[in-house]
């Protein structure tokens, strides 16, 4: 009876000390497990800092892209405004342009007829001078020696044949003999 007690002791105690042998072993295990965890979380921290600040510079980055939008809109519709603004100008400039031109041609029709008028009235100027002052439509040929007035030969003829021997432009009397032709 002892002795079988005593195996059954034996038995247990080896029983025991497996069980030890187990327990060392899985606190081996959580240990690794632990440390396992431990590392997890900090990759999975890191993993998630990361994260965070990837989600920022993509707040970031859109950011930057409605700003570069924005300006780029800005941008064009000035350029819009620009080109409106120098078609404008250029039809303007375009019109003033040939308005100067017409004008231009104005004043030099206008110089053009002012010369024409001028010579014009010089020539009826200078006409009226060689002109006999008595009847207005012959040449000047003949002159009154006394006075050295000078008229057309047909009216001073009419004077001394009409007895009227004055000279028409201040009363002198005047005979035949006193009229000489000129050579203009
Ligand atoms: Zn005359
Ligand atoms: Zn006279």
């Keep these: 009876m002892i002795m079988a007690l005593k195996r059954q002791s034996v038995k247990?105690?080896?029983h025991i000390r497996v069980l030890e042998d187990k327990d060392k072993l899985l606190a081996k295990q959580v240990q690794v497990l632990e440390k396992e965890v431990v590392a997890t979380q900090s990759a999975v921290k890191a993993c998630k800092e990361k994260l965070?600040?990837?989600?920022?510079?993509?707040?970031?980055?859109t950011d930057s892209l409605t700003?570069?939008?924005?300006r780029f809109n800005d941008v064009q519709r000035l350029l819009a405004e620009r080109t409106a603004?120098?078609?404008?100008?250029?039809?303007?400039?375009?019109r003033l342009?040939?308005?100067?031109?017409?004008?231009?041609?104005?004043?030099?029709?206008?110089t053009k007829e002012q010369a024409?008028?001028?010579?014009?009235?010089?020539?009826?100027?200078?006409k009226a001078l060689l002109k006999c002052s008595s009847c207005s439509t012959r040449f000047k040929s003949h002159v009154i020696t006394r006075c050295m007035h000078v008229f057309c030969n047909e009216c001073l003829q009419a004077r001394l044949e009409t007895r009227q021997r004055k000279c028409p432009?201040?009363?002198?009397?005047f005979g035949a003999n006193d009229v000489r032709k000129i050579f203009l």
């Design 12 to 14: 247990q105690m080896e």
């Design 52 to 61: 965070e600040d990837m989600s920022l510079r993509q707040n970031e980055v």
């Design 67 to 70: 700003r570069a939008e924005t």
């Design 85 to 94: 603004n120098l078609e404008k100008e250029s039809h303007h400039s375009r």
């Design 97 to 110: 342009q040939e308005e100067c031109q017409t004008l231009r041609r104005k004043l030099d029709r206008s």
């Design 116 to 126: 024409d008028d001028q010579l014009r009235s010089e020539r009826d100027e200078y």
């Design 169 to 173: 432009s201040c009363a002198e009397p």
